[in-house]
């Protein structure tokens, strides 16, 4: 079904194209790893190696064969790479749907690249329609990887950055998808521990999926040392290094999120803003255990979405009814 389509009610034309974009967008701007909930090989570990040259096109990685990288606008003296990718015998097919991170070896950083990836296999059981899903990874031999499938998407950022004003329940959505996608983690003992919009996928029906799990943390287990998350989203005392692994500092950075999807929204009403202010001054609490769960969280932007969306849907009226 077409995610444009509406059969009792009629979205305000705004709204619509905050949500669903007229065409098709890019998953490989910024580098964005991609999601599918395919079925894929065990994941196994072990320690690192590091090898003597970086991936290449065309090359096989356990049973990948990579394509053409993806372009990312990091530091270039990151290790990380991305390549779409297609299964090893499927020699001659033009199709390449998946996304596979490794690590270009002999850089400075591919050490903390390649923990990146080993935090990702740890949590690649984590299942959540709203999550990236790991298909396949190693974390053993000279080329540690992980694997996704390509999905059309933009990144959250991009989203912000190309979008004149953003519906309020659209933003509070969108921020609900992510909660969601945090809870699974959550129940699961784990922190994602850098939510920030270049980290959420959307695809053309609205759909959010939150991506790269590389500073993902067992809860309560130590930090690891030097800060190398995005301060704008960051917790306190997740900069500081001052406590263990909190999931709390995933709920400030959702917070930091929605009030930045608010700053680009449409007007509301000052009912609904006042409310809405409330809840992320609650996720930005200095204090982390004054800040709401995961799943207090969905329930809330859930609640503030149904009550903020009476402002951007009508009934059909009889002529839209007839023509229906």
């Keep these: 079904m077409n995610c444009r389509a509406a059969h009792k009610f009629v979205f305000e034309d705004s709204m619509l194209d905050d949500a669903f974009p007229s065409s098709k967008i890019d998953a490989n701007s910024n580098g964005a790893e991609s999601i599918s909930p395919h079925a894929a090989h065990p994941v196994s570990a072990g320690p690192f190696t590091t090898g003597s040259s970086g991936p290449q096109s065309g090359q096989i990685i356990g049973i990948w064969r990579l394509g053409q990288p ?118 699961a003992g784990q922190i994602h521990g850098d939510i920030k919009p270049r980290n959420v996928l959307i695809d053309d029906c609205g759909h959010a999926t939150l991506i790269d799990l590389g500073f993902s943390a067992r809860i309560h287990s130590p930090l690891r040392g030097l800060f190398r998350g995005t301060p704008d989203y960051a917790a306190p005392e997740l900069v500081e290094g001052t406590t263990a692994a909190l999931p709390a500092m995933d709920i400030y950075a959702i917070g930091r999120v929605l009030w930045q999807l608010l700053a680009h929204a449409q007007p509301t009403d000052a009912a609904s803003l006042s409310a809405i202010a409330d809840l992320i001054e609650a996720t930005l609490d200095p204090t982390p255990t004054n800040r709401p769960d995961a799943t207090s969280l969905v329930a809330s932007l859930l609640q503030l979405e149904i009550e903020t969306l009476g402002d951007h849907i009508r009934p059909l009226s009889n002529a839209q009814h007839r023509a229906a």
């Design 70 to 187: 993806l372009s990312v606008n990091d530091d270039p003296n990151r290790a990380a790479r991305l390549f779409r990718a297609q299964p090893a015998d499927s020699e001659g097919s033009p199709r390449y749907d998946y996304v596979l991170k490794t690590v270009a070896t002999g850089l400075t950083t591919s050490q903390a690249d390649a923990e990146q990836i080993g935090a990702s296999i740890a949590v690649a059981n984590v299942s959540h329609p709203n999550l990236i899903a790991i298909l396949d990874a190693s974390a053993t031999g000279a080329t540690p990887f992980i694997v996704m499938p390509h999905l059309a998407a933009m990144t959250l950022e991009e989203r912000i950055a190309t979008t004149n004003a953003i519906s309020v329940p659209v933003a509070l959505w969108f921020a609900r998808q992510v909660a969601q996608a945090t809870v699974a983690l959550h129940e």
